[in-house]
Structure formats: structure tokens, C-alpha cells
């Protein structure tokens, strides 16, 4: 977790993993998507990755590729990027 994610996700700096903040719950209207990216990563143990939308703010929507992969040690790590020029 770090101030660039937060910044990428348009997110409130108090928000963080201790405060009970989960990657499906920060990006409205792509939850599932997102719980079913991680879900897969873990259960193939292989590297995954998808394109979401956020919510059309000033300036038109923003487009993120969110790549997770398997640490080995029953978590993930994951990397996101904004793709909204190429879209």
C-alpha cells in the first residue's frame, strides 16, 4: 500500500489496509471482477491480470490494468497502471 496506488485509485489518504480496505471494495462497479482476478491468481498460483474502469470523474473515465500474482506464501502482489491512453 502506498501513496501512489491511493493516488491511481482516487482514494482518501486515511484509507488503508488497516482500516479494512479490500482491492474489490476501492474500485466501484468492478468488485467482482477484481474479487474474481484475485481468486483466480490464488487458485491457479499463476499471474493474472485485467482492465477496469473508474467512475467517469472531470477530465472522462481512467482506465487501470491491475496485474496480481502468487507470492508462494499464500498472499498476492499485484501491480496497477493507468492504460487510459491506449484504451
Known amino acids: 500500500w502506498n501513496p501512489a496506488f491511493a493516488a ?4 482518501p489518504p486515511y484509507l488503508t489496509p ?7 471494495d476501492l474500485v466501484p462497479g468492478a468488485g467482482d471482477a477484481l474479487a474474481a ?10 499471474p493474472r491480470e485485467t482492465d477496469v474502469e473508474l467512475l467517469a470523474t472531470e ?7 491491475i496485474a496480481v500474482n502468487p507470492l508462494g506464501t499464500g498472499q498476492l502482489g499485484g501491480v496497477v497502471n493507468d ?3 491506449r484504451r
Open 37 to 46: 482476478l484475485l481468486r483466480e491468481a490464488a487458485e491457479a498460483t499463476a
Open 59 to 65: 477530465g472522462g473515465p481512467t482506465w487501470l490494468e
Open 83 to 85: 492504460v487510459t491512453e
Open 18 to 24: 488497516a482500516a479494512g480496505a479490500r482491492l474489490p
Open 8 to 11: 491511481l485509485l482516487r482514494l
